[in-house]
C-alpha cells in the first residue's frame, strides 16, 4: 500500500514537473520571438534599397544572431515543445531567412547599384 502511495506521488511530481518545463519552454520561445521581430527590423534596415549591405554589416549579423539561431533550433528539436508552436511565433521564418542572409545581401546590393 504504501509503494502505490509512493508511485503516485512520484507520477504526479513528474508531471507537474513535464507541464512546468513546457512553460519554461514557451516563455523562452517567447524571447526568442521578441528577438527574431528586432532582426527582422534590422533586415529591412539592411535590405533597403537605397542601402549598399555590405560584407561587415553581414558578418556582424551573422555573429550576432548566432546565439539566437542556436537556442531556437535547440528549441525545435526538443519533444516538450510544439514545432507548429514555433512556426506560429515565426521563428521557422527566422532560420530560414538566417540562412538565406548572403542572397539577401546579393539581391539588395544587385538593386542598389
Known amino acids: 500500500m504504501n509503494?502505490?502511495?509512493?508511485?503516485?506521488?512520484v507520477a504526479v511530481?513528474?508531471?507537474?514537473?513535464?507541464?512546468?518545463?513546457?512553460f519554461y519552454l514557451r516563455a523562452e520561445a517567447r524571447?526568442?520571438?521578441?528577438e527574431v521581430r528586432q532582426f527582422h527590423v534590422r533586415l529591412?534596415?539592411?535590405?533597403?534599397?537605397?542601402?549598399?549591405?555590405?560584407?561587415?554589416e553581414l558578418a556582424t549579423l551573422k555573429?550576432?544572431?548566432?546565439?539566437?539561431?542556436?537556442?531556437?533550433?535547440?528549441?525545435?528539436?526538443?519533444?516538450?515543445i510544439s514545432n507548429d508552436y514555433l512556426d506560429r511565433l515565426a521563428l521557422g521564418d527566422f532560420i530560414e531567412e538566417?540562412?538565406?542572409l548572403?542572397?539577401?545581401q546579393?539581391?539588395?546590393?544587385?538593386q542598389y547599384h
Open 98 to 100: 538566417r540562412t538565406h
Open 31 to 34: 524571447k526568442c520571438a521578441v
Open 44 to 56: 529591412q534596415v539592411l535590405t533597403a534599397p537605397n542601402h549598399l549591405f555590405t560584407d561587415k
Open 3 to 9: 509503494i502505490i502511495i509512493v508511485l503516485c506521488i
Open 63 to 80: 555573429e550576432e544572431m548566432a546565439p539566437l539561431l542556436y537556442k531556437i533550433n535547440k528549441l525545435y528539436k526538443n519533444y516538450f
Open 102 to 104: 548572403n542572397h539577401a
Open 106 to 110: 546579393y539581391l539588395n546590393n544587385k
Open 13 to 22: 511530481l513528474l508531471v507537474a514537473a513535464t507541464i512546468a518545463y513546457g
